[in-house]
């Protein structure tokens, strides 16, 4: 290409770039309002939880707080808890018994789930904590062990700087209804399906 065709390629894109800039530009701009964000992760695909714990990372960075509640898994041995538990800006619960297809004990893991929401509305009500995440909580409503009108009274009476985060499959619709940000990750491949074990530093 000519000396002549890269500059009028140069002034093509860079014209573009500042037509995308403007436009990015009025939106910033236009976004002016400062309040508590509700986060869901949702889907089949991998990644749900793992994404929430790095907004709990960027969180700490901001010298915020964070309370963290485990819905459905019971293990205490994740690399995530490892790291989080001896972070003095977070609070970290197990309040799962292990997933259900483990348990086969509706009864027990409704009992579970009720213990672990009731310490989840005591952070959703408490100013001090900048972050609340509300890991694998979409099945505590798919399983009918927690009504969704109390739920979405107490994602919507929380502090009005509190952000939320919600992981776990088939996210109820009243929940998406009222989150400000949903994502449905999807699954493509998954090392699982071609039996690669659960490996230690990137399943848990």
């Known amino acids: 290409m000519s000396d002549t065709g890269n500059t009028e390629k140069q002034a093509r894109h860079a014209a ?8 990015i530009d009025k939106h910033i701009a236009e976004a002016d309002i400062e309040r508590g964000v509700f986060v869901i992760h ?22 915020q707080k964070v309370a963290v509640v485990q819905f459905i898994k019971g293990r205490s041995d994740t690399g995530e808890e490892a790291f989080f538990r001896s972070q003095p800006h977070v609070q970290w619960h197990v309040g799962g018994e292990g997933f259900t297809w483990d348990t086969q004990d509706d009864a027990r893991d409704a009992r579970a789930a009720r213990a672990a929401w009731e310490i989840a509305r005591a952070h959703l009500r408490n100013p001090d904590i900048d972050l609340v995440v509300l890991d694998e909580f979409t099945y505590a409503l798919n399983y009918k062990w927690l009504s969704v009108e109390e ?8 502090p009005a700087m509190q952000h ?3 992981t776990g499959r088939a996210a109820a619709d009243a929940l998406v209804e009222i989150a400000d940000t ?20 990137l399943e848990w």
């Open 16 to 23: 573009r770039m500042a037509r995308k800039k403007a436009i």
């Open 42 to 63: 949702t889907g089949n695909g991998k990644g749900k939880s793992s994404s929430a714990f790095g907004v709990v990372a960027r969180a700490l960075g901001h010298g």
């Open 151 to 158: 739920v979405v009274d107490a994602i919507e009476s929380r």
């Open 164 to 166: 939320l985060i919600i």
């Open 182 to 201: 949903v994502t449905d990750m999807t699954l493509v491949k998954h090392a699982y399906n071609e039996g690669v074990k659960a490996m230690p530093g």
